[in-house]
């Protein structure tokens, strides 16, 4: 492989990761939401190549045991990418998620209600 090749191979991996940490840290601050990520996913390989389980492990109050609870229910195993889940699992992880943690929906604004 030319220089110019290999110098390009690494940025691409590296600009994934960055790309996904931003992901994971809009998650963990609440700019984004599980459900608005996982229907992202159909569009945006980045978000489809993600594991559920990094995804599941930003959302605040979702600790280690939640997550084990919420990956169990909804028949998810460990390395599960977030684009290889079927329609069933994505409600299942979603409505567990919910009753969790209260963070797998936007909250509505207290001043707009």
Request: glycine share 4%; proline share 7%.
């Amino acid at each position: 492989m030319p220089p110019r090749d290999v110098a390009r191979s690494h940025l691409t991996p590296a600009a994934a990761r960055l790309a996904r940490q931003e992901l994971l840290f809009q998650v963990a601050t609440e700019q984004l939401s599980v459900a608005v990520v996982l229907a992202r996913a159909a569009t945006e390989p980045l978000i489809a190549k993600t594991k559920v389980s990094d995804l599941l492990e930003a959302v605040p109050g979702c600790d280690p045991a939640k997550l084990a609870r919420i990956l169990t229910a909804a028949e998810i195993n460990d390395g599960r990418r977030v684009g290889g889940l079927r329609a069933w699992q994505r409600r299942t992880l979603l409505n567990k998620l919910n009753e969790l943690t209260r963070s797998a929906y936007p909250r509505a604004d207290p001043r707009t209600a």
